[in-house]
């Protein structure tokens, strides 16, 4: 089996400090991709920068410290790894990486905050047609595609506990969820819902105020969305919301051979 795991820390160095890298040896994912993990890796220590028996990338952000960021951990070293989407303007935020294990393309993502006053909407959508642009040309050249991470989109009324009271609120507007439609529309799998079509209260993010998270009242915007040729392959596809660390827990996706 291969464990492919997904999780936005907020913050690598505090995950840490709560626990990550034991986490890490216990579970012993075969690939990690984290999300927002604001922090180069010349300020972390050689534990965190290069985990025991993983192979480690980074993307991080050049405009901002202590934002954004992505990284890959992976026990298997990929054919080939590209940082960014090879555009600049989104590339400078360290939002994206890129790794080619031959019999598949993995891309670990953190799209775009749409900020509270929504001035970020216009980057963020800007941001997902240029991914999803990217994904499909991987897939004209016939490469099965598996892309992960912070969505920062919940796609339908069941992803998050107050859909009602989120219509105008960053995360759930028109807009924002059309392109998950327009994703699915494309034939991706949101493997999570395909596995778990009509259950309520499975969330990724809780926010940290109001006691959200022990009272469930969360949002799905973790994913792991599938080329239709991998669906074969699944075993299984979980949120793992007991873990701590951060606002978000990780999600998995377990592939057979």
């Given at each position: ?5 997904s ?18 040896h216990?579970?012993?994912p075969?690939?990690?991709c984290?999300?927002?993990t ?21 993307a ?24 960014g989407?090879g ?11 890129i ?9 670990g ?37 598996i ?8 796609h ?5 506990a ?12 028109p807009e ?8 699915v529309?494309?034939?991706?799998v949101?493997?999570?819902r395909e ?6 209260d ?8 109001g006691?959200a ?10 994913y792991?969305?599938i ?14 919301p ?5 606002d ?8 057979h051979?």
């Amino acid at each position: 089996m291969l464990c492919l795991y997904s999780w936005n820390v907020n913050g690598i160095r505090a995950a840490q400090g709560k626990g990550l890298l034991e986490w890490i040896h216990t579970v012993q994912p075969d690939v990690l991709c984290l999300q927002e993990t604001k922090a180069h890796p010349d300020q972390l220590d050689e534990a965190l920068r290069d985990p025991d028996g993983y192979h480690s990338y980074w993307a991080w952000s050049s405009v901002k410290k202590g934002y954004s960021g992505v990284a890959l951990y992976s026990r298997i070293a990929p054919r080939e790894v590209q940082i960014g989407l090879g555009i600049a303007e989104y590339d400078q935020e360290g939002r994206t990486i890129i790794a080619d294990y031959g019999d598949f393309v993995l891309i670990g993502a953190y799209f775009p905050n749409g900020a509270r006053d929504h001035s970020r909407v216009p980057f963020k959508m800007a941001y997902k047609a240029a991914f999803l642009d990217y994904t499909e040309r991987l897939r004209a050249e016939g490469r099965p595609v598996i892309f992960c991470g912070d969505v920062n989109t919940a796609h339908r009324p069941i992803d998050l506990a107050r859909p009602d009271e989120n219509q105008n609120t960053t995360g759930f507007l028109p807009e924002e969820r059309v392109w998950i439609d327009e994703v699915v529309a494309r034939g991706y799998v949101d493997i999570f819902r395909e596995l778990h079509p009509d259950e309520p209260d499975h969330y990724t993010y809780w926010n940290y105020w109001g006691n959200a998270r022990p009272r469930n009242v969360g949002w799905r915007i973790d994913y792991f969305f599938i080329t239709p040729d991998l669906r074969p392959r699944v075993a299984a596809a979980e949120i793992h919301p007991n873990v701590p660390g951060s606002d978000h827990c990780p999600i998995s996706l377990t592939l057979h051979p």
